[in-house]
T-cell receptor
Framework: EPEVTQTPSHQVTQMGQEVILRCVPISNHLYFYWYRQILGQKVEFLVSFYNNEISEKSEIFDDQFSVERPDGSNFTLKIRSTKLEDSAMYFC??????????FGPGTRLTVL | QKEVEQNSGPLSVPEGAIASLNCTYSDRGSQSFFWYRQYSGKSPELIMSIYSNGDKEDGRFTAQLNKASQYVSLLIRDSQPSDSATYLCAVNGGSNYKLTFGKGTLLTVNP
């Protein structure tokens, strides 16, 4: 069964450094998302991506964040200058233009 | 601000019992409702979706939706220790199919 994959599973970085989190959505899906979950808190929507552009973003998704779909398979989230409060699990999800979203296993980002 | 509220728990039930999980949402325009299960340190895993008022059954799981009361519930029959996890209620009412999650209810099933 196809699944969403994410790399790396765990990323440790120093404050102020740039990180890129990578996702491979399910191949025939059309909508792509990034969510984050700070430890002990709820899963929060960051951004949705459709037809090669951002379709919606939350207040969290400020200028330090960007997303790209550099080729036909990868979907990336870049954080330009990481802060301590960016430490969280980041989940990629995709859907085939239905309501059902399929989540990847997540990347744990630790900012020191 | 669209909100999804859940009792954080923990909810503790004995093995074989029925576990009842509840969720309320603030946006009356919400159209689709989901229950996800999340084990510690893992990603959300879809259990059930429900779109219309009433009950929807899938194996040991039953989702219930009452749009007038803005209320969604999940019943787990014959609870097993492997059901011990955090259960997330999620709602989708807008464009782009984005999900708004509740904080989740921690369920513990005791052998």
């Amino acid at each position: 069964e196809p699944e969403v994959t994410q790399t790396p599973s765990h990323q440790v970085t120093q404050m102020g450094q740039e990180v890129i989190l990578r996702c491979v959505p399910i191949s025939n899906h059309l909508y792509f998302y990034w969510y984050r979950q700070i430890l002990g808190q709820k899963v929060e929507f960051l951004v949705s991506f459709y037809n090669n552009e951002i379709s919606e973003k939350s207040e969290i998704f400020d200028d330090q964040f960007s997303v790209e779909r550099p080729d036909g398979s990868n979907f990336t989230l870049k954080i330009r200058s990481t802060k301590l409060e960016d430490s969280a699990m980041y989940f990629c999800a995709s859907n085939p233009s239905t309501d059902t979203q399929y989540f990847g296993p997540g990347t744990r980002l630790t900012v020191l | 601000q669209k909100e999804v509220e859940q009792n954080s728990g923990p909810l503790s039930v004995p093995e074989g019992a029925i576990a009842s999980l509840n969720c309320t949402y603030s946006d009356r325009g919400s159209q689709s409702f989901f229950w996800y299960r999340q084990y510690s340190g893992k990603s959300p895993e879809l259990i059930m979706s429900i779109y219309s008022n009433g009950d929807k059954e899938d194996g040991r799981f039953t989702a219930q939706l009452n749009k007038a009361s803005q209320y969604v519930s999940l019943l787990i029959r014959d609870s097993q220790p492997s059901d011990s996890a955090t259960y997330l209620c999620a709602v989708n009412g807008g464009s782009n199919y984005k999900l708004t999650f509740g904080k989740g209810t921690l369920l513990t099933v005791n052998p």
